[in-house]
């Protein structure tokens, strides 16, 4: 499995939570969070490396359970 630190840069991922383009999930009964990408992500246009992997990004500490599928074409 990767770490979350290889999938991407941690300091840009949280300047994206920060700025409100990803949300952060806390699962209720295990120690998993999952990233998404916002409502206003999308409104703005907001698409980075970043964001585009947060799309059910599964994390579990520093180690990534589950990525999504690429939806976007470059």
């Not at 990803?22 to 009964?29: A, D, E, L, N, S």
């Not at 907001?46 to 180690?63: E, F, K, N, S, Y």
Request: charged share 15%.
């Amino acid at each position: 499995m990767a770490l979350l630190a290889d999938v991407l840069d941690p300091a840009e991922l949280a300047t994206a939570v920060e700025n409100g383009h990803v949300r952060v999930q806390r699962h209720p009964t295990r120690p998993y969070v999952i990233y998404n990408y916002t409502e206003a992500c999308q409104y703005a246009g907001a698409w980075t490396p970043i964001t585009l992997a947060c799309r059910g990004l599964i994390v579990h500490g520093d180690t990534v359970l589950a990525r999504p599928f690429s939806k976007f074409q470059p």
